[in-house]
């Protein structure tokens, strides 16, 4: 095992609520990456974080936002939920300049 | 912006038999990366190719990354049952890059 946590492991929501996952990222990583990974696809960048700041974001809309606290854990927060926002969310934890992530385990998110 | 494309999409083979997965990018990639996720898990990485022409093993398992560094292969020998998951290629567009961008994946299933 990696050492990332993540929680829920499992989390069902319905339309138009909103969402927060968490992530602990694996001893001595400061980085974290948030995925996305609709069933049958590879996981989608959503963004990094990397000393509390947004580094880097994919192709999501703002309703997808998050956190990263002083000790490297994440949060990610999705708004106004939508049917095809049911996936499974990973996070990844690594170390600045090392280019390796390290995935949890993830949260399936059911929107319904 | 960069795609990551994999084939085929499923592949199913006896045990015992070769199996073969091929990745190629839209753009030169800084790395590639490759990721096992079992039915039900999450990734896992396996490998990363950062020089032009690499080739590496892990036992039944070899990893070419292309001289133009735009595609890669993995390819296992004498497939076994644990060896059953999707098998996904992602790469770093550039030095410096946060965002990994994965394909589809290849779904090989192993028939006893």
Known sequence: ETGVTQSPTHLIKTRGQQVTLRCSSQSGHNTVSWYQQ?????????????????????????????????????????????????????CASSWRGAETQYFGPGTRLLVL | GQQVMQIPQYQHVQEGEDFTTYCNSSTTLSNIQWYKQRPGGHPVFLIQLVKSGEVKKQKRLTFQFGEAKKNSSLHITATQTTDVGTYFCAGFSGAGSYQLTFGKGTKLSVIP
């Open chain 1, 38 to 90: 609709a069933l049958g696809q590879g996981p989608q960048f959503i963004f990094q974080y990397y000393r509390e700041e947004e580094n880097g974001r994919g192709n999501f809309p703002p309703r997808f936002s998050g956190l990263q606290f002083p000790n490297y854990s994440s949060e990610l927060n999705v708004n106004a939920l939508e049917l095809d926002d049911s996936a499974l969310y990973l």
